[in-house]
């Protein structure tokens, strides 16, 4: 028999219990998403609505039970989630999950960042342990036993006033809060033993319930406060933020045109066509090396010693962008010429029917995230990496001076092209000789990665001497980069793959050779790399790319810039850069600016203004083949 006492009861402990949770959620979101932590209208009828459906079925325990434990498990990935978009402005989705398996290894820098931020903020595990004593007092109730449930009741009342104050576990507080907590639990059994009619009250409560949600969806019809109009973090959770056109928004010929149009081409010869012909090329591509992180672009950052000496000889791009911050990504890119709507890599192939050897050095494993497919699809001979080699990850880039004799055996006797990749510069930021590369003193992720790109960068002078040793280096064409950049705070990111500020896609360029004049041009980008190459070395591509040679000038093109992380069917992070101009929408954080070229913001985009720039963004994705999941399946060799 339907019971409505035992429906309040339940609809009450669901609802209260649910929101407390989010709101201790929202905390946490709060602190880099700039959002306020109050829960909103929306919150409070997606939970009453979810809550009154479990509710409904407490007549069948076995159904109640598992949809209660659905509640739990729901609550509990919510919280991973927000921790993540907290760390990383990672999602958890079952794409970037897929991801992350195929990489787990490669993220034990990341998972060490976790560990630090819940031992910083211990009252980060608030949350999860509310979770379980909800659960608990759930449970309890069916089972009946309310001694077991009023003390997990009051558990979750003292962890979320731990949570909302941001109280850090530790041996001081503790007793004041297991005090609380042991008040709380004989307030509560002295109630439940007062005599007091608890099955009238138990079905009032839900009742009031139900007349107070009831009243605030009227009055959301005639109020447009954040209260009534913000979206809620469940309800997203549980449908999904997807990007998508607005179907009362026509877009511009013209926008179409510049920003959605891909205007594909095959490279055209410059006036420096063959300047270089027959070099050898060797390509750096520095780990997460933003061109801000260094010095001159920045006073107190990096100093590449063997990079500013190198720049004083070179031609070298003032605004590099890699368009998505991530390595992979970074490889298709150089590789394809081209955004990843297709499968081509034109290039290698090229440079092998002019008896070039192609080799790929990399310091850490090329098989996280498939990255070993992409190498074998861009046309290498041979991939070497620590599996392949046996490499020390204790000795971090100092494994490319042990790995001398092997690569230079691996070239061959003919022109080579040779791909280096470090590894020092990944989170967690390895310095090997803490010694000599401590300049920059202090705690902190950046204060690390500065360190260890100086040792990282001396690392490379040092490889490219020894290997000057064993062969012939004077004929060689050298072109130094970053795969992508790295985050340290703006706008809230920390990470790389999750944004398209500049401090994640724009890295430095610089390419040298003895017949190549030293010179600056104005933008370039990763699709130009392979281009100039060819063009220099005097080899003719008949293939349409987007990428064209810098021996013709600056590559104005606007661009589309996107994250490797996803939210829904589409990049968490993109923006249109146009110029000076740079429109950016974050699904996750629910950025809508409208900034220039260096990220200052000149505006938040009005409701309209955001509705037209989404529908433009969603066409240019669309037309690059970057929406939809299966854009992004690590199966299709593109995660990671």
Not at 274 to 282: F, M, S
Not at 358 to 368: E, G, N
Not at 553 to 581: V, W
Request: proline share 5%.
């Amino acid at each position: 028999m339907f019971q409505w006492s035992l429906f309040g009861l339940s609809l009450t402990l669901l609802f209260w219990c649910g929101l407390a949770i989010v709101y201790m959620q929202r905390k946490i979101y709060a602190l880099r998403n700039y959002v306020d932590t109050r829960p909103r209208l929306d919150d409070v009828w997606v939970l009453f609505l979810i809550s009154g459906v479990v509710a409904l079925a407490h007549p069948w325990p076995m159904l109640y039970g598992s949809l209660v434990a659905l509640i739990g498990l729901s609550l509990m990935i919510m919280w991973l989630d927000v921790v993540l978009v907290h760390l990383f402005g990672f999602e958890v989705n079952l794409n970037n999950l897929k991801i992350f398996l195929q990489g787990a290894e490669s993220f034990s820098g990341d998972s060490k960042e976790i560990v630090d931020a819940l031992v910083k903020r211990s009252w980060f595990l608030a949350t999860p342990l509310a979770i379980v004593a909800f659960l608990v007092a759930i449970y309890a109730q069916m089972a009946g036993s309310p001694g077991v449930r009023d003390v997990a009741l009051a558990s979750v009342s003292v962890l979320f006033l731990m949570g909302i104050t941001k109280s850090r576990f530790g041996l001081i507080s503790a007793p004041v809060w297991m005090g609380l907590l042991a008040g709380l639990a004989v307030l509560m059994a002295y109630l439940r033993d007062s005599g007091v009619d608890w099955p009238w009250w138990q079905a009032a409560a839900g009742g009031g319930l139900l007349i107070g949600v009831v009243v605030l969806k009227l009055l959301a019809q005639l109020f447009n406060t954040p209260f009534f109009s913000v979206r809620s973090p469940v309800r997203d959770f549980i449908r999904g933020a997807r990007l998508g056109p607005v179907s009362a928004v026509a877009l511009k010929d013209e926008d179409i045109q510049r920003h959605v149009v891909l205007p594909m081409a095959p490279p055209s010869p410059s006036k420096s066509f063959g300047l270089c012909r027959g070099a050898n090329v060797i390509l750096i591509t520095m780990e997460s090396l933003a061109r801000d992180s260094i010095y001159p672009f920045k006073k107190d950052g990096a100093r590449l010693k063997f990079m500013e000496s190198f720049a004083n000889k070179s031609l070298v791009s003032k605004m590099h962008y890699a368009c998505c911050p991530n390595t992979n990504r970074a490889i298709q890119h150089i590789y394809q010429g081209n955004y990843p709507v297709n499968g081509e890599y034109p290039f290698l192939p090229l440079l092998k029917s002019q008896g070039y050897r192609a080799v790929y050095m990399m310091i850490s494993r090329t098989r996280f995230f498939n990255l070993c497919d992409i190498l074998m699809d861009a046309g290498f001979d041979e991939v070497l990496d620590r599996d392949s080699l046996g490499l020390d990850p204790d000795r971090g880039d100092y494994a490319f001076l042990d790995s001398v004799d092997a690569v230079n055996e691996s070239l061959g006797e003919g022109p080579f092209f040779l791909h280096l990749k470090n590894e020092q510069t990944h989170s967690p930021y390895q310095v090997v000789n803490k010694e000599q590369f401590d300049r920059h003193e202090g705690e902190g992720r950046e204060i690390c990665f500065r360190n260890a790109a100086e040792e990282a960068d001396s690392v490379l002078a040092k490889f490219l001497g020894a290997l000057g040793e064993l062969r012939d280096l004077s004929n060689t064409l050298i072109i130094y980069t970053g795969d992508h950049g790295q985050s340290f705070g703006e706008f809230g990111y920390v990470s790389h793959s999750s944004s398209s500020v500049n401090g994640q896609v724009r890295t430095p360029l610089m390419m040298s050779h003895p017949a190549l004049p030293a010179g600056e041009v104005a933008r370039s980008t990763h699709f130009d790399v392979m281009p100039t190459i060819l063009d220099l070395l005097g080899v003719h591509c008949e293939s349409s790319i987007f990428g064209r040679s810098l021996l013709h000038g600056a590559n104005h093109r606007p661009l589309l810039l996107y994250s490797q992380t996803r939210k829904g069917n589409a990049p968490s992070n993109a923006s249109l850069l146009d110029d000076d101009s740079k429109i950016m929408i974050d699904l996750i954080y629910g950025y809508r600016y409208r900034l220039d070229a260096e990220d200052h913001i000149i505006d938040k985009l009005s409701t309209a203004d955001a509705d037209y720039q989404e529908t433009l963004l969603y066409a240019a994705l669309e037309k690059r083949g970057l929406i939809s999941d299966s854009a992004f399946s690590p199966r299709q060799k593109t995660g990671g």
